[in-house]
């Protein structure tokens, strides 16, 4: 039976809150593989309008909208020509304002992604800026001459491979680009190109949108004097953010990214966005050393961005409760008055169940504990229905990532294939045409039709979970105090004001103690994956969640 939030009828409107991103749980869809409308095999802005009431019936607070404006697609919109407007493969500017318009009306915000560290090559920007070094934006973008010899000014490398640097012969220059050669990186420290883009998210704000997620936002600024990286220490190296046979993992990135110069830009942007109010940013830190102190940095005051999230719970590392434990601590720690949020999947990364060898019923222990976790969730589509990382064949690949490391690393593909909508039909619901990646077929034993009306299902547990985390302030606003740990479980105490609800999770597939503290506990909370309170109040079942609480 599907969990009803009895402490807030009106659940699903949109309230005047202007905290109502802390604890919020956001919905990522990734408009080419949410649903197609139109029988091009991409999806867009009008499938995912079809779409907005089952999101709206998880629960969720807000969804967050992966690029959809003009670009060639290099990267599949994380390479902009146009920031004003939507590309027509994903519909037009009336669809997006209908978009906003049906969110609304279902009680779900809209977050959009802006990219703002670089854009694409076909960009009319960087048309101007190349063409000359003295055109009225000859200096938007990073140039810089070559070394005596001809080589790159510096030793900057690539997330995508190879050199930072862009030979090109027009301006005689080579300009930087931290991914791909078509995505030449903007330069912020010019006054004019921060005017613009802030320009560019009062344009969005303006059209009723309720935040942003903000890509790469550590990037946006470099070093002045473009000193080279040093050397990281293999035992220092990490895949957080990028797999080990990428040799961006060998160095410090401490010039190329990282500069302190962001946080002035950061309190721009967040003074602009006080301005309309009740808005939200979200940014993402690529770092693999310091993300923490960086989310810290960040988020510190009330002055800069609302919250962030690293790659420590997207990346490979072992699921255990001594992990989850570290980085809850650390978090605690350094954030002080900031905000984390929390990802185990997303369209960079490899589904988590398939990452972390997860299966049904560990599954629901790892999600019970992401959403019980202190500061914002995301949930990237699919994720409720248990989906695992699809296979995709290099004749089928599109990631560019993919195609530079293959076959070691298969690029983000498999976590982009279309989302499986009715189990009967070779494209799951998703076209009516060959779609732009395969449809995984194991998928769609695990379609939303399959589970919709299954109270036993994935999607029905998802559903009921976030139901538990909105009906309790302890899981959306409270502090976290770690209890107990160990590779095989973690437990710790929310509290908020009088109030503390004790959240334990066994990791594993053996019984172990229950480390339940001293205190007048009540259990019949009716969570999902509970252990009643008539069975061993002592021990904690294989792959089970316990919730207790305790009023003031």
Partial sequence: MTYQDPHDANSRILTADPDWW????????????????????????????????YVAELGVDAIWISPFFRSPMLDFGY???????????????????????????????????????????????????R??????????????????????????????????????????????????????????????????????ARFWMERGVDGFRLDTVNFYFHDRELKDNPPLMKAERTETLAPAVNPYNFQDHIHDKNQTENLAFLRRLRALMEEFGLRTALGEVGDGQIG?????????????????????????????GTFFAETLDRTNRML????????????????????????????????????????????????????????????????????????????????????????????????????????????????????QADDNSMLSFYRDMIAFRRAYPCLTKGTLEIVDASNNALSFIRKHGADRLFCAFNLSGEEIPLPLPEGDWVRDLGAPFTVHPSENSSVLLPWQAVFALERG
């Fill in 22 to 53: 802390r604890g919020a749980v956001i919905y990522q869809i990734y408009p080419r593989s949410f649903q197609d409308s139109n029988s091009d095999g991409i999806g867009d802005l009008s499938g995912i309008i079809h779409r907005l009431p």
């Fill in 79 to 129: 390479d902009i020509t146009d920031y004003r407007d939507v590309d027509p493969i994903f519909g037009s500017i009336g669809d997006f304002d209908a978009l906003i318009h049906r969110a609304h009306d279902l009680g779900l915000r809209v977050l959009i992604d802006l990219v703002l560290s670089h854009t694409s090559s076909q960009h009319p920007w960087f048309s101007e800026s």
């Fill in 131 to 200: 063409s000359s070094r003295d055109n009225a934006r000859a200096d938007w973008y990073v140039w810089a001459d070559p070394k005596p010899d001809g080589t790159p000014p510096n030793n900057w490398l690539s997330i995508f491979g190879g050199s930072a640097w862009q030979w090109d012969g027009e301006r005689m220059q080579y300009f930087l680009h931290n991914f791909l050669p078509e995505q030449p990186d903007l330069n912020l420290h010019n006054p004019d190109v921060q005017d613009e883009l802030l320009d560019v």
């Fill in 292 to 320: 923490a102190e960086l989310q810290a940095a960040y988020t510190a005051d009330g002055d800069k961005l609302h919250m962030c999230y690293d790659f420590e719970f997207l990346s490979g590392n072992a699921p255990t």
């Fill in 336 to 451: 002080a008055d900031g905000w984390a949020c929390w990802a185990f999947s997303n369209h960079d990364v490899q589904r988590h169940a398939t990452r972390w060898s997860l299966h049904d019923p560990s599954i629901r222990v790892f999600a019970a504990l992401l959403l019980s976790l202190r500061g914002s969730v995301c949930l990237y589509q699919g994720e409720e229905l248990g989906l695992t990382e699809a296979y995709v064949a290099y004749e089928d690949l599109q990631d560019p990532y993919g195609k530079q490391f293959w076959p070691k690393f298969r690029g983000r593909d498999g976590a982009r294939t279309p989302l499986p909508w009715v189990q009967d039909h070779q494209y799951g619901g998703f076209t009516d045409t060959k779609p732009w990646l395969p449809v995984a077929m194991e998928h769609l034993q695990q379609a939303v039709g399959v589970q």
